[in-house]
């Protein structure tokens, strides 16, 4: 663990129809690096996965946390709702994030893994799908994975799906694509939790497995 907190740098990511941005965070001793795909309606400045990821800069990770759609298309989906809920899109957005990754020198020698929350885990599963090659470990919290429809299958990645226990019709899904699943895959229920987590001690609960998760799992990659 390193005392002296990293700095956070903003990142542009070209996507062709624009940019993306991204804040990304590196501890001097990194062992590995994870990307944070958000849920519907969110963005980089999620405080539940800014807390997350400050427990991954603890046990040395390095986080970037990006908003997976352009200034331009946000304006649209505020109006229209529908680009949030577009998996195919964000699934490319976050593919960019790990290309981006692998050529910056800062984390291009880094191990990565992918952090989704609601249905930013869908867009992650079919990420992880596509870049078999890159991507070490995968953490969902809250995380609708039914949404990667048939991708499921193909993903390869050690996959943790994190899950309120009082969330019961999300509970069910991610029991459902457990079954699904080829890779090595675990539920963990997190008792009393609903939806987002906001009961006493359940974020923090949701930080120390997604650590644990990443640090087993990246590590061994290096």
Known sequence: MNDRPAPVDEVQIDVGTGRIIGDLVVPEAATGVVVFAHGSGSSRHSSRNRRVAATLHDDDLATLLIDLLTAEEEQVD???????????????????????????????QLPVGLFGASTGAAAALVAAARRPDTVGAIVSRGGRPDLAGSVLAEVRAPTLLIVGGRDRMVLDLNRTAEAVMVADVEVVVVPGATHLFEEPGALEQVARLASGHFSRHLRSLR
């Not at 505020?78 to 984390?107: K, P, S, Y």
């Open 78 to 108: 505020l109006r229209t709702r529908e680009l949030r809920f577009d998996i195919e899109l964000l699934a490319t957005r976050v593919a960019a994030a790990m290309d981006w990754l692998r050529q910056d020198e800062r984390t291009q």
